[in-house]
């Protein structure tokens, strides 16, 4: 049976369809609307043009860039699988598309209600009951989650705050973690972003609630006056899809941020991408890949800025052989001072003083880190070997660094 298209919105406002070709059935096509005009355009590598873009056998990069992954993707699977037995990502698109990360929305109607069902922050935060606050939140928020990754997350309205929030969209990511699998992983997250900002990073904004097995992490594409700005990761910037995240090297991501950063912000767009790398290769993060860095801008022909560092952790502390998400000078082990400082230099183009300056920063970075990681032992004393093991990596980071 055919599908219908679905529309889709930038600001709210109709630009064009997206929907499956009558010739081939593996063919998904997007097709602006008439009068739609180049700020309008859904994506940096997306012009508005008279003729179709095309994509065989899945959506669009930037499309498929906020589908749910994991156990959110599973979910929806299963809430709509007796309504929609042929399920695919043309019908998961459209179940979560009216909230998501970034500016566009999609709906199979003409018009589109952005609404997001409040949610009282403080009662994530000091959660102690035996309760699974997740499972209810997941039932509740996962139709409005238009957010990728495989941990579970949703997307959520900050719940009585008129005097910071003048749309009805969702304000905020909640993040949980399978404690067998991955334990204090939300702890970890909340260490190394920490880390992070010492490093001179900027980040998203992150809190851990008092149980630790939650994150409430700040929407950054979120402005004062409602509106959310664009943001695209490298994926889609690169013209790939989610599956191909661990594919590329870190000097693509580096071209690609000079192909599409505006010039007035690309020498700072250069240092905090050589920040963002050289903290994770430190801290031990495996997992840097394509759609962990993204760009931000309000409209298509406005000012393209770097985003935030998110979604920063140690992988090392559960892969203890893991390897980088991405080639640095075509290999994925972990590098050592010297091919740090040719990455540094290679990005920023600056002198080795200035590739010094860089190291130390995140040196620092990652000393604090370990600073936050011996407080939180002290504070939860059944934490004692999760905080041992993420300052053995952290250490093992910084000797690398030195030498």
């Known amino acids: 049976m055919k599908k219908p298209p679905v529309n889709v919105f930038v600001d709210l406002g109709p630009v064009g369809r997206l929907y499956r070709s009558d010739v081939a059935e593996e063919t998904n096509l997007f097709q602006y609307r008439e009068g739609v005009t180049s700020p309008q355009a859904v994506s940096l590598t997306m012009p508005v043009r008279a003729d179709q873009y095309d994509s065989i056998g899945g959506l669009l990069p930037i499309f498929e860039m906020n589908l749910p992954e994991g156990a959110l993707k599973e979910r929806l699977r299963l809430q709509f699988a007796k309504a929609i037995p042929q399920f695919d990502d043309l019908d998961l698109l459209h179940i979560v598309g009216s909230s998501q990360i970034g500016r566009l929305r999609y709906s199979q109607k003409e018009q589109i209600d952005p609404t997001v069902p409040e949610q009282d922050l403080q009662e994530i935060l000091t959660h102690k009951g035996s309760s699974d606050l997740f499972a209810h939140l997941l039932e509740r928020f996962a139709t409005y989650s238009g957010i990728s990754g495989i941990q579970p997350k949703v997307l959520v309205r900050e719940e009585k705050a008129p005097e910071k929030i003048t749309h009805r969209g969702a304000t905020h990511i909640i993040k949980s973690f399978d404690p067998a699998e991955y334990p204090e992983l939300a702890a970890n997250e909340f260490i190394c972003t920490a880390g992070a900002q010492a490093a001179g990073i900027r980040t998203a904004r992150v809190q851990l609630s008092t149980n630790r097995r939650f994150l409430i992490v700040d929407r950054f594409d979120l402005n004062a006056d409602g509106t959310y700005l664009g943001i695209e990761d490298f994926c889609v910037l690169d013209g790939r899809r989610a599956h191909g995240r661990y594919d590329g090297s870190y000097e693509r991501i580096a071209k690609r941020i000079t192909d599409f950063v505006s010039p007035k912000a690309l020498a700072d767009a250069r240092e905090q991408y050589a920040l963002m790398v050289v903290y994770a290769c430190t801290v031990g993060n495996g997992d840097a890949h394509l759609k962990n860095f993204s760009v931000l801008y309000r409209h298509a022909d406005d000012i393209i800025e770097l985003a935030p560092a998110y979604d920063i952790v140690s992988t090392q502390l559960y892969v203890r052989r893991d390897s980088l998400a991405l080639t640095m000078q075509e290999s ?64 093992a980071g910084l000797e690398r660094l030195k030498h």
Do not use: C, M, N
Not at 333 to 352: C, D, I, K, M, N
Not at 359 to 380: M, P, S, W
């Open 332 to 395: 994925k082990e972990f590098p050592h001072r010297s091919a740090l400082s040719r990455f540094v230099r290679q990005v920023t183009g600056s002198s080795r003083q200035s590739a010094a300056r860089v190291l130390e920063q995140v040196k620092l970075g990652a000393e604090a880190a370990i600073g936050e990681a011996a407080t939180y032992a002290k504070i939860h004393e059944d934490a004692v070997a999760f905080a041992g093991r993420l300052i053995a990596v952290v250490r």
